[in-house]
């Protein structure tokens, strides 16, 4: 499971997806079956959740991955390149954005 640390050299990626309520579940489902079948199984790979907003307009997706390189090796994949393409054609805006923990509470 992800650790929220400062004290951990892993690398957090926090992605948002722009979606409609009539598309939100659609994309759901894709980004699930991508963990269940790819991401998770790819070097490096520590964990992820998926979090939705009440109106079903705003997904984010929280992974954490042992390095940098980890993570941009499973976006080059044949495989989720097509994937990705198929989920952005769903969304309004894709953003995936990698960040550095610099503080931690709880």
């Not at 269940?36 to 991955?65: C, E, K, M």
Request: with cysteine; hydrophobic share 35%.
């Amino acid at each position: 499971m992800p650790t929220i640390a400062t004290n951990t050299p892993h690398q957090t990626v926090i992605t948002t997806f722009e979606v409609t309520p009539g598309t939100c579940q659609d994309v759901i489902d894709m980004l699930t079956d991508a963990y269940q079948t790819v991401i998770s199984r790819q070097p490096g790979f520590i964990g992820a959740g998926l979090h939705v907003n009440d109106a079903q307009t705003r997904i984010a997706n929280y992974s954490q991955w042992r390095r940098r390189e980890d993570f941009l090796a499973m976006l080059r994949l044949a495989e989720m390149r097509d994937r990705n393409r198929r989920i952005n054609g769903l969304c309004k805006s894709f953003e995936p954005v990698m960040y550095d923990v610099v503080e931690s509470f709880g």
